[in-house]
């Protein structure tokens, strides 16, 4: 059977680059993305990286094993953990959110999984799906230096117009999108320049999935909330 090697190219041991195999699983890490990188080291079907556990018990025989050392890389895994959760059903992963984020002290509510589906593809384990999700549920501060680029003076009225156009009416993610693009109309603005500094505002971040669709899921009071600091 070939041996697995650790990242330094040595024969891998309790005291030299091993971890608990909960440890795996507090980092965020699912079940069948460490069956499916385990069974690849050492072991092949063809070209195929990414399979289920059910796919691999069907494909699983001795033939395919290989003969050289397998070198252990926390890199790859995290990309074959990344597939696992983009493929993952939302209402599947947002216990595994609810957990993380519980340990934190943070309670969740039915627009978990919807979060979910928005975020997963940005995201390598259960632990960073869990820090976008915080921003819905805890206070955010974006931090000065990202306040100071993007929330400048020029923009300013746009931001207020723009609260005061989501402070009345439907709050869908429809009804978000055409205030937006009213915004930019009336103020001769790309999008870029007005959602940079909201996503800043309600996220803490400049990067965001679709702005839209973030802000519907934040709810009306918080995206005021945030906007009011201006």
């Known amino acids: 059977l070939p041996t697995v090697l650790n990242e330094q190219g040595e024969k891998m041991s309790k005291r030299n680059g091993a971890k608990p195999v909960t440890q795996y699983r507090d ?28 796919q691999f018990l069907l494909w699983f025989d001795l033939d ?4 050289s050392a397998a070198q252990f890389d926390e890199a790859k ?26 340990k934190r002290g943070v309670q969740v509510d039915e627009r978990l999984p919807a979060i979910c589906g928005l975020f997963k593809d940005r995201c390598d384990t259960v632990v960073a799906l869990a820090d976008w999700a915080l921003a819905f549920y805890a206070e955010v501060t974006p931090p000065a230096e990202v306040l100071a ?40 603005l790309k999008m870029p320049q007005l959602a940079m500094p909201l996503r800043v505002l309600v996220m803490g971040t400049p990067q965001t999935p679709s702005v839209d669709a973030v802000l519907a899921l934040q709810g009306r009071e918080k995206v005021l909330a945030a906007l009011q600091k201006v």
Not at 27 to 54: C, K, Q, T
């Open 149 to 188: 680029q993007h929330v400048t003076e020029p923009v300013k009225p746009a931001l207020a117009l723009l609260a005061a156009k989501l402070a009345t009416g439907d709050w869908s993610k429809e009804a978000v999108a055409a205030a937006l693009k009213q915004t930019l109309t009336e103020c001769g």
């Open 77 to 102: 895994l995290r990309w074959v953990n990344a597939q696992h959760l983009k493929a993952m059903a939302d209402d599947a992963l947002a216990p595994l959110v609810a957990a993380q984020l519980a």
């Open 27 to 54: 980092e965020g890490y699912l079940p069948d993305a460490m069956v499916n990188y385990l069974a690849r080291l050492g072991w092949s079907h063809g070209d195929d990286e990414i399979f289920s556990r059910a």
């Open 64 to 67: 395919h094993l290989g003969r």
